[in-house]
Every structure is written in C-alpha cells, then in structure tokens.
C-alpha cells in the first residue's frame, strides 16, 4: 500500500505526466460538433435538385408511417410527426452517412410502448411524459458510447440473437393491429399472446365489417401498387384515398351525449364507477412512484434491516397489490363498457340510447329508432364520448412542437435503463445495417461512432421538443437512396415537408382510418419477418441456432417485457461460446511419410506410435487448460510407445498465463518421464509470451520450429538416437 502511495505522489508531482496522461484520455473521446463534409457538396445545382426530389419523396412514405408507428408506441398520431421533425436533421448533420432518414420506426416504437406500459396509461400525459424521458435517456446513451469509441460493444448482440429478436418482433407488431384491422376492442393480459388470443376471440362474434373492409382496400391499394407501379408512394396514395373514402361514406361518426341520455341504469353506473376508478388510478400511480423513489433512497442509506427501509418497502408493496388489483377491475369494466352496442331512439323530449334488449319496450311508443350501432369512448364530466361506424384519426392539433424539457424521476429513471440499453442497442442495429449496405454501393465512409453520435444527439435534440426515441429506418433509407440523394440536405427538405404539414395540412388528417395505419404498420414490417436466415443459421451452427430459437421463442412468450428475449438470447450466447471455448478442437494428424529422412520410413518406428503430433484448435486460456489436459493424458493412456510430442500452434492464437504455466508444468513432467516435447508454427505473439515469461529459454530454443519439415526431422533424430 506504501508503495503505491508513493508512486501516486510522484505521479502527481510530474504536471508533464500528467498533462500528457490527460490529453492521451481526451484525445479518445470523439468530438460530436464536426462539420459534414458534404455540405460543400450544396454549391452544385444538380446535387441541390437531386436532394430535393429525394427528400420530399421520403416525407410522402414518411409522414403517414411516422402517424401509424406513433400509435403502435402508445401515443398520440401527432407524436409521430413532432419525433419527424427535428431528428433528421440533427441525425444528418452528426452522422456519418448521407443516406440514413432517420425518425419513427417499427421496432423502436413497439419497444417504446412495452418500456412504458407499466408505468402510465397509453395516450396519457404521464405516458407521454416518459416516452420524451426514454427518448433522451436513449440519446444520452447512444451519444456516450460514440464519444468514448464503444460501438465495439454492438458485438455483445450477435447475429442469432438478432435474427431471433426481429422476427419474434415483427410479429408482435403485425398481431398488435389486429384489433384495428376487426374494428374490436379486446382485453390486454398479461402477455402478448393472450392478448391476440381476446382479440380473435372478439372478432370471431364482433367484426366491424367496415373497418375490415377499409383495411382489406388499404391492403389492395398499396400491394396493389407495389405489384404494378413501385415508383409511386403506395402509403401516401393509400392514405389519401382511404380518407377520402371514409369521408365521403360517412367511415365514422362521434357525438357528446350528457350521461341522462343513456337509457341503461346499470350502462350509467358503470361509467362513473369507472371514472372513479380511472381517477383513483391515477392517484395511486403517484404515489407508487412517490414511495418507489423514497424506497430507493433509503435503499443507498440505510441498513439493510432498518425500520424505516422496511416499512417503507412494505408500503411500496400495498400500493403497487392496490395498483395491479385496481387494473383488473378496470379492464373488466372497459371490456363490458365498450363491448355493448347502443342505438339512438328519437323521443319526444330528444334522443335516448338503448341497449338491443332494451328497444322492444320502446318499439312500441311512437318513436324513431335509428339501428345504428354507437360504442362508448370515454366518459369525463358528466359527458359521454360516443362512436358509430369506424375509428379514425380525429383532430391532430395544429402547429410546431415547442421547447419542453423532460421531467426527471428518478423511480422512472430507474425503472426505464434496461429498455434505455434495449432500445440503443437494437435501434442502432437497425440503422447500421442499412447505413452499411448503402456506404457499401456508394463506397462511401462509414463510421460506427460517428453514427452513435448523429444517432444520439438526434434522440437528445428531439426529446428537447416532444419527440420520442427514433432510429434509422431500413424502407425510407432505401427509397432515399433509390431516388437519388446525394448529401444529406434530402433529410433536410423532408423535415421542410413534415414541418408544412403540421401548420397547414393537419385538418385534412381528420378522416384517416385507423384501420389504414394498421395495414401500413403490418406491410412494413412483413418484410422483416424472414424464416429462411433462420434455418441458414441453424445448419451453420446447432449453437446460434439454438441461440436464435431460444430468442425467438422467448420473446413472444414474454412480450411485452421485448428486453428480457435479448437478455436471455445475449446470456445464452456467451455461455455457449465459452463452452466453445471451453472445450475447443483436438486433432492428432496422422504423419506424412515425406517430412521425414528416407531411413525413417523404412525403420518401421512411425507405426508403433513412438511420434505424436497434438494440434489444439483454440486459444489456450484458463477456460480451457483443463480440457488440454485432459485430452493430452488420453493420448498418453492410448500411446505407450510415445518418445515425442510435437505440439502443433497453427491455430492458437493466444496464451494467457493459466495455459503458459501449464504447458511449463506439462514439458517438466513428459521430459522427466523420457518423451521429448517440441514446438512448431506458434505465432508471433505466441513466442513473444514464451519469452517473456522465460519459457523459451527454460525449454531451448533448439526445441522450437519454424515448420513441420524441421520438426519430423527433429522427432526423428530424436527417436532415432534413442534407439540406438
């Protein structure tokens, strides 16, 4: 300890070391503010005119995908365009690619809503809340691992875990819309699956048949296009087309009624016991999060068996039983509430709604009924919110999100760093491999930490302004590259889109059904389900093919927890590659006859065994030492006649100090035992060990080879002069 003291001290006394020291560790961290180069590039017409035509035609895909991923998160449609609007640009400008558009996507969304469910209702404020505070703390993470160079760590997902993870993703995504596709509202469980198991369920006796058919136009418009026409924006003219459909046939209509005018006594009570529910909900929530954030800072300063730390912990406990108990309830009170059909009966003192059992006891009275089915929406101050026909989007509020910083919580901090990882990490996958693919065509530099950083700030700067986590996207990165951008301005000009649309274009959005965004999320993520890299990985490897199962299986079990399927698939490829490594291959080739002298052919010694030669396929580490030894004393059991062992080091690539004191350890005890040990082909590196660990010269130099002819004719010598 003395001495150690004594080195800081001088340390510090030395300002040179120091200073050099610091500026050796800051010169590591990538500066995030430099200038791209391709904006030079903007002084040539044809490059500005190129930019233009590719920017405006990634904001037609963009704007109704950016609507649709929205919701698929949990949040309002206009979400999605606030998360357009200021992210490609900063993506554009810190990156390093010039073709990445970056903004909503798929996967990121759904990961969105499954980081945040637990904490706060869908479409909420709170909701929205902590997806503005995932998507900084998502930026913030990113920007870190570019400035300190750690993009390296993106190898920790490999390619089965990925394979697996996005194909069980994208089909989460495409089931989650089948409730808009049917036009029913099922009741969420607690895993995905049950979920998709309600909702066929419900639509199996309550199809919407036009929100179904609605989705089946929007489906044959854009396959439709696809098929005989893909230069034209499938999304953008099917969703023109369906909005003006639904607003010409009447797709779907909303009233206000007072809560009087419901008919059924039991309908009315239901609804204010809800409201309750919904508001004592809410409460709970807070104070969930309140002792949450108290248990944590008793947590880093209490003892374990304090009093207070326990009370609190058991309060925390009572409120999130209330909480999960309150839930319940609630989701038996929507799925009866929003379940029943309603019809509008014209009485002499105004309009009433009826349940269906309830209209034989007024189809008598001189009235007009209308058989038109009304659902309820929500109820909230004495007004009930009611829907006949299908959903559409409604009113988006018009105008350009303003500064807003994300509210701190440290219970929701806590709560939200494993998605933070998840989403980073997975995103950032998402949007290299098609940077790569594009620099690959264009040839173009491509840098991984460069693109952390455009990838971070994108995520910072856009929470700063009501956006949530965003990535690259692989379809609007391909039809940015596919119409023509040159630099990265054409991210510049489909923000100028998005921002024209948000101020004058709003109104026109009102109509869109959302049995249209359903079909425009499930046609963009079926091209990420691929079976077929799936089975290439299985017959490659049984390892990453179990990896990749393993994960796929896992995460559309688990869904929504989307985290724990990468965690298990992470923690289940690192296990078999150390058992990989743990147990690496042996092989004893058999001699070729021509490496030795002519008279050793002739002896008749080669046969008996009296030459063996060891390769071990692997580097010979701690993990593995075990299993050398145990290879190497079953070669001796099945050898007696051996006098020399040649360890063969063509594919050891390293040792570390548990394999170099064995090999020691092992030429001590076989020397002493009468057989000779020789080396040959050992790496660079290899030698570099044995000499500074002195091995090399305990051993002699003369027992180390270049080659295998050098080392059979030293074997031979050997065997040779033992004979005689």
Request: hydrophobic share 50%; charged share 15%; proline share 3%.
């Given at each position: 300890m003395l001495g150690t003291q004594v080195k800081i001290i001088n340390f510090v006394k030395q300002p040179e070391t120091v200073i050099r020291v610091a500026k050796n560790t800051l010169g590591q961290i990538k500066n995030p503010f430099e200038i791209p180069v391709w904006l030079s590039e903007l002084k040539s017409k044809d490059v500005l005119r190129r930019d233009f035509i590719a920017g405006l035609t990634v904001a037609l895909v963009l704007i109704p995908q950016s609507m649709a991923y929205a919701q698929l998160a949990g949040l309002p449609p206009h979400y999605g365009l606030y998360a357009s609007l200021l992210p490609p640009i900063i993506a554009a400008f810190f990156g390093s690619s010039r073709h990445l558009s970056t903004g909503p996507v798929a996967m990121v969304s759904l990961m969105t809503a499954a980081a945040l469910e637990p904490l706060a209702t869908a479409g909420g404020e709170a909701f929205i809340g902590y997806a503005i505070l995932l998507a900084f703390m998502v930026g913030l993470f990113q920007l870190l691992l570019g400035m300190f160079r750690l993009g390296v760590l993106l190898n920790f997902l490999s390619h089965p875990v990925v394979v697996g993870f996005v194909n069980a993703a994208a089909i989460i995504i495409a089931t989650s819309q089948l409730g808009k596709l049917f036009g029913v509202n099922a009741e969420k469980g607690e895993h995905h699956y049950e979920y998709v198991i309600n909702t066929i369920s419900a639509a199996m006796e309550n199809t919407h048949w036009p929100t179904l058919g609605m989705a089946l136009v929007a489906f044959g418009i854009m396959y439709g296009i696809r098929h005989f026409k893909r230069t034209l924006p499938?999304?953008?003219?099917?969703?023109?087309?369906?909005?003006?459909?639904?607003?010409?046939?009447?797709?779907?209509?909303?009233?206000?009624?007072?809560?009087?005018?419901?008919?059924?006594?039991?309908?009315?009570?239901?609804?204010?016991?809800?409201?309750?529910?919904?508001?004592?909900?809410?409460?709970?929530?807070?104070?969930?999060?309140?002792?949450?954030?108290?248990?944590?800072?008793?947590?880093?300063?209490?003892?374990?068996?304090?009093?207070?730390?326990?009370?609190?912990?058991?309060?925390?406990?009572?409120?999130?039983?209330?909480?999960?108990?309150?839930?319940?309830?609630?989701?038996?009170?929507?799925?009866?509430?929003?379940?029943?059909?309603?019809?509008?009966?014209?009485?002499?003192?105004?309009?009433?709604?009826?349940?269906?059992?309830?209209?034989?006891?007024?189809?008598?009275?001189?009235?007009?009924?209308?058989?038109?089915?009304?659902?309820?929406?929500?109820?909230?101050?004495?007004?009930?919110?009611?829907?006949?026909?299908?959903?559409?989007?409604?009113?988006?509020?018009?105008?350009?999100?303003?500064?807003?910083?994300?509210?701190?919580?440290?219970?929701?901090?806590?709560?939200?760093?494993?998605?933070?990882?998840?989403?980073?990490?997975?995103?950032?996958?998402?949007?290299?491999?098609?940077?790569?693919?594009?620099?690959?065509?264009?040839?173009?530099?491509?840098?991984?930490?460069?693109?952390?950083?455009?990838?971070?700030?994108?995520?910072?700067?856009?929470?700063?302004?009501?956006?949530?986590?965003?990535?690259?996207?692989?379809?609007?990165?391909?039809?940015?590259?596919?119409?023509?951008?040159?630099?990265?301005?054409?991210?510049?000009?489909?923000?100028?889109?998005?921002?024209?649309?948000?101020?004058?274009?709003?109104?026109?959005?009102?109509?869109?059904?959302?049995?249209?965004?359903?079909?425009?999320?499930?046609?963009?993520?079926?091209?990420?389900?691929?079976?077929?890299?799936?089975?290439?990985?299985?017959?490659?490897?049984?390892?990453?093919?179990?990896?990749?199962?393993?994960?796929?299986?896992?995460?559309?079990?688990?869904?929504?927890?989307?985290?724990?399927?990468?965690?298990?698939?992470?923690?289940?490829?690192?296990?078999?590659?150390?058992?990989?490594?743990?147990?690496?291959?042996v092989v004893f080739p058999s001699h070729d006859e021509r490496m030795f002298p002519d008279e050793a052919a002739d002896s008749g010694l080669l046969e008996e065994g009296n030459i063996v030669r060891m390769r071990f396929e692997g580097s010979l580490v701690f993990a593995n030492v075990a299993f050398f030894e145990e290879q190497l004393q079953k070669m001796l059991a099945s050898t007696p006649n051996l006098k020399v062992l040649i360890i063969d080091g063509v594919s050891i690539r390293e040792v570390d100090a548990s394999g170099n004191e064995m090999l020691r350890d092992y030429y001590r005890r076989l020397t002493e035992s009468g057989i000779d040990v020789l080396f040959t082909r050992l790496r660079a590196p290899i030698m570099e060990v044995f000499k500074r660990s002195h091995m090399f010269d305990d051993i002699g130099k003369e027992n180390f080879h270049r080659n295998p002819p050098d080392v059979f004719r030293h074997a031979w010598q050997l065997v040779a002069s033992g004979r005689d």
């Open positions: 499938a999304v953008l003219i099917t969703v023109v087309v369906t909005t003006i459909l639904a607003w010409l046939f009447g797709f779907a209509q909303h009233t206000s009624v007072k809560l009087e005018q419901i008919n059924n006594q039991e309908i009315r009570i239901a609804l204010v016991y809800d409201a309750i529910q919904a508001k004592h909900g809410a409460n709970l929530n807070e104070k969930y999060l309140a002792a949450q954030q108290q248990y944590a800072e008793l947590e880093t300063g209490a003892e374990a068996d304090d009093e207070v730390m326990l009370a609190s912990r058991q309060q925390l406990e009572q409120i999130a039983f209330r909480l999960e108990q309150l839930q319940k309830e609630g989701q038996s009170h929507h799925k009866t509430l929003y379940a029943t059909s309603l019809y509008s009966v014209q009485l002499a003192d105004g309009i009433k709604f009826y349940t269906r059992e309830e209209l034989g006891e007024t189809a008598s009275e001189k009235s007009k009924i209308y058989f038109q089915d009304w659902h309820i929406e929500g109820y909230k101050s004495d007004v009930v919110e009611l829907r006949a026909g299908g959903q559409v989007i409604g009113k988006i509020p018009r105008g350009l999100p303003g500064f807003q910083m994300p509210k701190f919580e440290f219970s929701a901090i806590t709560h939200l760093i494993g998605a933070t990882i998840a989403i980073s990490l997975i995103g950032f996958m998402e949007a290299i491999s098609i940077a790569k693919a594009i620099a690959a065509r264009t040839r173009q530099d491509l840098n991984v930490d460069r693109e952390l950083l455009g990838q971070g700030m994108s995520n910072i700067v856009g929470s700063l302004f009501q956006a949530y986590p965003v990535s690259g996207s692989f379809s609007r990165s391909a039809v940015n590259f596919n119409a023509g951008a040159v630099t990265g301005f054409s991210s510049v000009v489909t923000v100028l889109a998005v921002a024209v649309t948000l101020l004058l274009l709003t109104p026109l959005l009102y109509y869109l059904p959302q049995a249209t965004l359903a079909a425009v999320i499930i046609i963009a993520v079926a091209g990420l389900i691929k079976i077929k890299p799936m089975v290439h990985i299985w017959q490659a490897n049984r390892h990453d093919g179990v990896v990749c199962m393993v994960t796929f299986i896992l995460t559309l079990a688990l869904a929504p927890e989307l985290e724990m399927g990468i965690l298990v698939g992470m923690l289940l490829s690192l296990a078999l590659l150390l058992f990989r490594m743990m147990k690496p291959r």
